[in-house]
Structures are given as C-alpha cells and as structure tokens.
C-alpha cells in the first residue's frame, strides 16, 4: 500500500555533511507529518525533527542548530540536512510519515491514515 525508503547515509568525516533522504510511495491521497528519528545501539529511537505539510517544523533538542528539515510535497520527499557532523551523530537514521492512502477495501474510494515507518539508513561519523 504504503512503502517510505530512506537513502543518503553512510560514512563521513567529523565537521563534514550529509543529506539524507526520505519518499514516501504508494496508493498515496496526502501526506501529512513527515518525521525523522535516530536510534543509536542500544538506545531508544528518538525525535530528531518534525515537518508539518504546511511546512511547520519542530527539532529535538539535540538537533536544533545542526540540523535542517525540509520537504517537497510535489514528490512526497523529506529531506534532512546534518551539517558539522559529530561522532554522537552516529545512529540509524529513521522516517516516519503519516499518511493518506487508498486501502483498495469496500470500493476504490476507501481510504486510511497511518503512519509508516522506513527501514532506516545508517550514519556512521568517524572521529
């Protein structure tokens, strides 16, 4: 129905950049909040940033400052800009969206909203 990939990790130096990507596709109506999250081993997954499709954003705490959300609603696509990365950055690197989407139950008119989740990318900051 609903499928959200990530791309745009991997390694990088410390101080240096990335940008990380998220599209969300499917028998999408709408996308509504789009998230990113970042889960380090061991750790709990956390909030890094949060963009409304007003374009209403919100960061975590430890991402105000570095970190810069953004989206293009025309491609379903969420972007993350990580810039003076840091060895602490090192996570998998998580998008969320909530989403309106034909379910293709009852008739071609049923829909849903859900959240769906990526499978992750890997940011690696070496020190």
């Known amino acids: 129905q609903v499928q959200v990939v990530e791309s745009g990790g991997g390694l990088a130096p410390s101080g240096g950049s990335l940008r990380l990507s998220c599209v969300a596709t499917g028998a999408i109506s709408s996308v509504y909040d789009m998230n990113w999250y970042r889960q380090t081993p061991g750790g709990g997954r956390d909030l890094v940033a949060s963009?409304?499709?007003?374009?209403?954003?919100e960061y975590g705490d430890a991402a105000k400052g570095r970190f810069t959300i953004s989206r293009d609603n025309a491609k379903n696509t969420v972007y993350l800009q990580i810039e003076k990365l840091r060895p602490e950055d090192t996570a998998v690197y998580f998008c969320?969206?909530?989403?309106?989407?034909?379910?293709?139950?009852?008739?071609?008119?049923?829909?849903?909203?859900?959240?769906?989740w990526g499978q992750g990318t890997q940011v690696t900051v070496s020190s």
């Open positions: 963009i409304a499709d007003s374009g209403n954003v």
């Open positions: 969320r969206a909530n989403v309106n989407y034909w379910t293709g139950a009852s008739g071609a008119s049923a829909r849903a909203v859900s959240w769906f």
